[in-house]
């Protein structure tokens, strides 16, 4: 008898352990995930330590010098710009405000998501109605546009009006996906044995639903991070952000005000650009493999591969 109790036990405790581990196990065997991960975490380090990435005669990446424009050499890996200032260092140094902007506006887009998403599901009748539209409402809304408008007339050049226009405008498709998923689990059976249990809404939502949705809550969250770099990049480019600020959207910005492709200068303007790219890059690969691996949909067809492989 004790060893039947133990053998049905056993699979209890192993169907417990599995959720801590398999997501991350998930991420290791998924090579997207790998790939992305690495980049963002090369980003990051430049982004805490760029003095270590930068030589030190350039630790000071605004410091005006005796040699503008010129182009690569030992001196200046990627040339200097019209005010003699290090393209290399002002590169490396711009990691942390184009970084900050994407964790920054891509968390606050989600949680602006995962609350009116979740709530809208789970409320239901007048108050899921209500906020459906106000999300079909921020769907439909030529975006770029609005935020043109909203950055150049609450508060050109300030940072934080930008991160608030980027979260404003970049929740609305990641609420849409969160309220699908959270009205799939509305009526689960241990959603109906909380309520049986009398316990509050609140705790329901935070405690019994979203656990169930981390896959999909860090997926819109690297969704949300990919628009914010590129769009605040876009606007930094056409001028609407601070022009004395390091990021690579003001890199070319700079870029192209003072013609560094005309002067022969084209490090200047590709590097900023390659860089934007990349940190795209990273945020696509991850937001793909967590769609892989929240999906079960594509896991089959992973399995399936990867036996015709073998």
Not at 14 to 27: E, V
Not at 120 to 130: E, H, Q, R
Not at 298 to 310: G, N, Y
Request: glycine content about 10%; proline content about 5%; charged content about 10%.
């Amino acid at each position: 008898m004790s060893a039947v109790v133990a053998g049905a036990s056993a699979p209890v405790a192993s169907a417990t352990r599995r959720p801590r581990g398999g997501l991350f196990r998930a991420i290791l065997r998924n090579r997207k995930a790998m790939v992305g991960a690495a980049l963002l975490f090369l980003f990051i380090l430049l982004a805490l330590f760029p003095g270590l990435f930068v030589p030190g005669a350039h630790h000071d990446p605004q410091a005006i010098g005796d040699l503008p424009l010129q182009k690569p050499s030992g001196a200046h890996w990627l040339g200097t710009t019209g005010l003699g200032q290090d393209v290399y260092a002002q590169l490396i140094y711009s990691t942390r405000e184009s970084l900050v902007i994407a964790v920054v506006a891509g968390l606050g887009a989600t949680i602006l998501s995962v609350i009116i998403g979740v709530s809208a599901a789970y409320l239901g009748g007048l108050a899921d109605d209500g906020l459906s539209m106000l999300t079909d409402i921020f769907l439909v809304l030529p975006t770029f546009p609005l935020i043109i408008v909203l950055a150049t007339y609450a508060g050109k050049g300030n940072l934080t009006v930008i991160i608030i226009v980027l979260i404003l405008t970049g929740w609305s498709y990641g609420a849409r996906q969160m309220r699908a998923q959270a009205l799939s689990l509305r009526n689960r059976d241990f959603l109906e044995s909380a309520r049986v249990r009398g316990e509050r809404r609140s705790y329901i939502i935070v405690v019994e639903v979203l656990p169930t949705m981390i896959s999909l809550i860090v997926a819109n969250f690297l969704g949300a991070a990919l628009y914010s770099v590129l769009t605040a990049a876009g606007l930094q480019f056409l001028g609407l952000g601070d022009p004395s600020s390091l990021s690579w959207g003001t890199m070319l910005y700079w870029a192209q005000n003072q013609g560094a492709l005309v002067n022969g200068l084209p490090a200047w303007a590709l590097s900023p650009g390659l860089a934007v790219a990349l940190l795209g890059v990273s945020f696509a690969l991850l937001n793909y493999a967590f769609d892989e691996i929240s999906n079960p949909a594509l896991r089959p067809v992973r399995r399936r591969r990867a036996r015709s492989a073998s």
